[in-house]
């Protein structure tokens, strides 16, 4: 059984639990109670299940940022968000998908992360 604090994560999840075990083994009596009723499943198994990634939340929000400080200008955007790392490209003159890619691989060579 596990007892929710605040609701904030309980959807993702509940649908986590219920991909993984199936819906019918898992319930909810409650708003803040969740049943997990598979037979022989060891409390341990679940604890390390990660619901959110907080990396993916706070990479969207500095892109948001990015866009309002990119100058009016740049009307060639793009973002991109990988393992552990993003990237924002922006440009007033158009750039080749190629360009950007190499651009990219650069630079993210620079420090040591691989594309």
């Known amino acids: 059984m596990l007892d929710i604090g605040t609701e904030t994560y309980l959807s993702p999840m509940l649908s ?11 319930t909810q009596p409650d708003r803040f109670t969740v049943k997990i009723l598979v037979p022989g499943l060891d409390p341990r198994e679940i604890e390390d299940v990660m619901v959110v990634d907080p990396s993916e939340g706070m990479f969207h929000d500095i892109i948001y940022a990015l866009q309002w400080i990119a100058p009016e200008g740049f009307k060639v955007r793009r973002e991109t968000i990988g393992e552990g790392f993003f990237s924002y490209v922006a440009s007033e003159n158009t750039l080749d998908e190629k360009e950007i890619d190499s651009l990219l691989k650069e630079k993210f060579a620079c420090v040591g992360v691989t594309v």
Not at 16 to 26: A, C, E, K, N
């Open 16 to 26: 986590i639990l219920w991909d993984t075990y199936g819906r019918d083994l898992i």
